[in-house]
């Protein structure tokens, strides 16, 4: 089945400690992205990776690190949490540019909290 | 930079009904793509219709039309006959035709189906 996996569905932490939330997909996408979303704000690009090594910065990119040494997989990284990044995060993959390769398929999100 | 802006927060109508969602956009490019998210209480992001710019038609999938307007940049959605399971939250979304990896959300309508 083709799908996005995103782990964990949900987290609670603690300011300061670092966390890793993992995405993989099994369609062969090039792009990659992570987006969060927040009550009255829609959903906001967090990073996003063109291929393998690519990546770049999305709207919210403030606290977040990411890496695509693999093109399944685009593993967000928290640092150094705090309060302001409890939100719930989406990880969308897409086939690529181009004309029907433009849809963006969504894991189940990551329901994060920062204490 | 490109924004959505959906004017409607929530929404209720009697099932079987028929609804319209409203969702206006900013660009200065002429080729885009635009669509429509249904993100039910499961939290998942679904993709519902998927309009091209440089097409004049409106898409229509099954129950679910849009009325384009380019000249107006208006992308509404309207669901026919609607059914409880078509309670969710729904959000309007822009790409652009090149370096459509980054979709622009609205902040979204809460549309709620009555028995």
């Known amino acids: 089945e083709a799908q996005v996996t995103q782990n964990p569905r949900y987290l609670i932490t603690v300011t300061g400690k670092k966390l890793t939330v993992t995405c993989s997909q099994n369609m062969n996408h090039e792009y990659m992205s992570w987006y969060r979303q927040d009550p009255g704000l829609g959903l906001r690009q967090i990073y996003y990776?063109?291929?393998?090594?690519?990546?770049d910065k999305g709207d919210v990119p403030e606290g977040y690190k990411v890496s695509r040494k693999e093109k399944r997989n685009f593993p967000l990284i928290l640092e150094s949490p705090s309060p302001n990044q409890t939100s719930l995060y989406f990880c969308a993959s897409s086939l690529g540019t181009g004309a029907n390769t433009d849809t963006q398929y969504f894991g189940p999100g990551t329901r994060l909290t920062v204490l | 930079a490109q924004t959505v802006t959906q004017s409607q927060p929530e929404m209720s109508v009697q099932e079987a009904e028929t609804v319209t969602l409203s969702c206006t956009y900013d660009t200065s490019e002429n080729n885009y793509y635009l669509f429509w998210y249904k993100q039910p209480p499961s939290r998942q992001m679904i993709l519902v219709i998927r309009?091209?710019?440089?097409?004049?038609q409106n898409a229509t999938e099954n129950r679910f039309s849009v009325n384009f307007q380019k000249a107006a940049k208006s992308f509404s959605l309207k669901i026919s006959d609607s059914q409880l399971g078509d309670t969710a939250m729904y959000f309007c979304a822009f790409a652009r035709y090149f370096g459509n990896e980054k979709l622009t959300f609205g902040t979204g309508t809460r549309l709620t189906i009555i028995p």
């Open positions: 990776s063109m291929n393998v090594e690519v990546t």
């Open positions: 309009q091209e710019a440089y097409k004049q």
